[in-house]
């Protein structure tokens, strides 16, 4: 999942915005839920074990609950009696959270390199 990821993975955002009891479920976008079902842990319990829990362990901890989330978001985009039918926002928030682009790397279309054949 990291290859090719020259801006490094931002756990610390992820945490505080998608695990942090005070920050998930906010925005609809709750990692947290998914850890503590890992951990056959009520919320409150996971939150406190995941706390304990060094650096690795945390991380891995968010990669899966990270991929279990965006499979949840493709289920809810083609259930129509989700609230989130038709809707992958969700999914770019998280992926942008975790994934951030370093400001340098942040082109507007009109900054975007163009490519053409050759021989065109």
Do not use: C
């Not at 998930?24 to 919320?43: E, H, Y």
């Not at 989330?69 to 493709?74: D, G, I, R, S, Y």
């Not at 340098?104 to 279309?109: D, G, N, S």
């Amino acid at each position: 999942m990291l290859y090719g990821i020259a801006n490094g993975v931002d756990y610390a955002a992820a945490i505080s915005h998608y695990i942090d009891p005070a920050a998930a479920r906010t925005t609809g976008i709750d990692f947290l839920s998914f850890i503590a079902a890992s951990l056959g842990q009520s919320r409150d319990q996971a939150w406190t074990t995941f706390q304990t829990l060094d650096a690795t362990h945390q991380h891995l901890l968010v990669d899966k609950a990270f991929l279990q989330f965006l499979t949840q978001v493709a289920t809810d985009y083609r259930n129509a009696s989700s609230s989130y039918y038709l809707k992958y926002a969700r999914a770019y928030e998280a992926i942008g959270t975790l994934f951030p682009r370093a400001s340098a790397m942040r082109m507007t279309a009109a900054a975007a390199p163009t490519f053409r054949r050759s021989g065109a």
